[in-house]
């Protein structure tokens, strides 16, 4: 199995800040890796960095076989972040031609790729609509949509699923599996445990480390607990007992 995202002994921080000690993780191609951990455990600052848009401290990641962070990459990455970037006096669909051109696409890819990406996030009666006018929930779908125009190899995700019902997580999740299984990966991050049991592996971190990583399955057999909630706060407490 090829791998798409490595990351080794990777400490980052902001300034004199350590958020991550050391973080040593892989993600094959095809796999959908969750990410957890209490907030301001470092989630963002891990997909920023593996993103590129932060240089490690210390450490190397490598996407695609190339070591971030590399520009030329980021037209192979969709990426969600947490807090919304788009052009409110823009329409949606404006929005996604903007961010598909960025990414590569032609007028015939958006053409195609417009009415798919926005029909996974059940927003195509909406997108000649005014993004200024748009709920909180429409904008984290446009965001959504953003991410998965350009159909990129590696799909980044800062909590998609905040503000989405669950009729429409369900749908999601059945078009993220898709994607997974034609190959390409999905790094996500949540503190949704229904998404957390969606993934194919999770890691957890906590106080800069890994706590706990594995397949939600696998993690609640080793943890002798009923469900990957029951995990995460056990592993919580483990560390606290052991520091
Ligand atoms: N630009 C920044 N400058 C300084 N400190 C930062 C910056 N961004 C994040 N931090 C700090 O780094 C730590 C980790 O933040 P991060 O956003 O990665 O957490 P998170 O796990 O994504 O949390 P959440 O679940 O709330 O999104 C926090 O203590 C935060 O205050
Ligand atoms: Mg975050």
Redesign the pocket.
């Known amino acids: 199995m090829a791998t798409t995202i490595q990351v080794s002994n990777l400490k980052q921080?902001?300034?004199k800040?350590i958020?991550?000690e050391d973080i040593n993780l892989t993600v094959h191609n095809g796999e959908i890796l969750g990410?957890i951990?209490?907030?301001?455990?470092?989630?963002?600052?891990?997909?920023?960095t593996i993103m590129g848009m932060l240089r490690p401290q210390e450490g190397t990641v490598t996407v695609l076989g190339q070591k971030m962070p590399n520009r030329k990459l980021l037209a192979k990455i969709g990426y969600m972040a947490?807090t919304d970037a788009l052009y409110s006096a823009l329409t949606a669909r404006e929005n996604l031609k903007f961010f598909g051109a960025m990414q590569g696409l032609g007028s015939a890819d958006l053409k195609k790729q417009i009415p798919y990406a926005a029909g996974i996030v059940n927003l195509n009666p909406d997108l000649d609509k005014y993004v200024k006018d748009y709920s909180g929930g429409m904008k984290r779908r446009l965001s959504l949509a953003i991410a998965l125009v350009s159909n990129p190899d590696l799909l980044i995700l800062?909590?998609p699923t905040v503000g989405i019902d669950p009729e429409l997580r369900q749908q999601i999740w059945a078009e993220l599996h898709n994607i997974a299984k034609e190959g390409k990966t999905i790094l996500l991050?949540t503190?949704v445990m229904e998404d957390a049991e969606q993934s194919d592996q999770l890691m957890m971190?906590r106080n800069g480390i890994a706590i706990a990583q594995g397949t939600p399955d696998q993690l609640i057999k080793d943890y002798q607990v009923k469900t990957v909630e029951d995990v995460f706060l056990k592993a919580g407490r483990q560390q606290d007992a052991h520091s």
Do not use: C, F, N, R
């Not at 951990?37 to 920023?48: D, H, Q, R």
């Open positions: 921080g902001y300034g800040t958020v991550l990410l951990g209490p907030s301001g455990a470092g989630k963002t600052t891990l997909v920023s947490q800062d909590e991050t503190h971190i």
